[in-house]
């Protein structure tokens, strides 16, 4: 059994971690689902130039690894004399990450919808992107809740990277306190259950509000 003194001892550094991972977590979502929709956008354009940009952002994003995108904000800004926090490197470079799988998740529902309701938007008197804001793009991420709803999920775990930064995120103090205590084990079961009280809610949101508009 888990030594529930570790928890309670350490509850207040336990917390601080939680609401910063909550913060972070959150402005990465927001981020990464506008740069997301930006980018699906520019890759189905009939302007190359913004498919070639929109091509060239996912497939590169996707392609390497998180922590290195987040090396990129942390040694590589300071190099043309930008310093930030541990907190903004890792948030940046989650919502950065996380907008490229988000980007081919709204591609897909783009691509999803009927030619025929954007040729009838425009055909209507609706500019492109007045089309697309208001018919195709409500649509398209309607179908896509399952495969955004992970992203979402996978963007809050992913949230660890923070620690490796001084992040001051819940995985950070994890470190900490285990280091103090030289209790790995229970440490980490008490991080993992506060990750849980993260993640399970945002599933089951997410498969109410799929289940919710498949009845609408």
């Not at 998180?66 to 907190?87: A, K, N």
């Not at 949230?159 to 790995?184: H, N, P, R």
Request: aromatic fraction near 14%.
């Amino acid at each position: 059994m888990p030594d529930f003194s570790i928890f309670t001892d350490h509850i207040d550094i336990f917390m601080k971690g939680f609401v910063n991972t909550i913060w972070a977590s959150l402005i990465a979502l927001i981020g990464s689902f506008i740069l997301g929709t930006l980018i699906a956008i520019c890759r189905i354009s009939s302007v190359k130039p913004l498919q070639w940009v929109g091509t060239a952002y996912v497939e590169f994003i996707r392609n390497i690894p998180l922590l290195l995108v987040v090396f990129v904000f942390f040694y590589g800004l300071p190099s043309l004399g930008v310093t930030l926090s541990g907190f903004v490197c890792g948030t940046l470079g989650l919502t950065v990450y996380t907008a490229a799988f988000i980007a081919e998740a709204i591609r897909a529902g783009i691509m999803s919808v009927p030619l025929g309701q954007s040729e009838a938007a425009r055909s209507s008197g609706l500019t492109y992107g007045q089309a697309m804001w208001h018919v195709v793009l409500p649509q398209a991420i309607k179908i896509v809740i399952p495969p955004l709803s992970n992203q979402f999920i996978n963007l809050v775990k992913n949230s660890s990277v923070l620690g490796v930064f001084a992040g001051l995120d819940l995985m950070y103090f994890g470190d900490m306190i285990a280091s103090e205590t030289y209790a790995t084990f229970d440490t980490y079961i008490f991080v993992a259950v506060l990750y849980l009280l993260l993640t399970l809610p945002l599933s089951y949101g997410a498969l109410y509000l799929e289940r919710k508009l498949a009845r609408g």
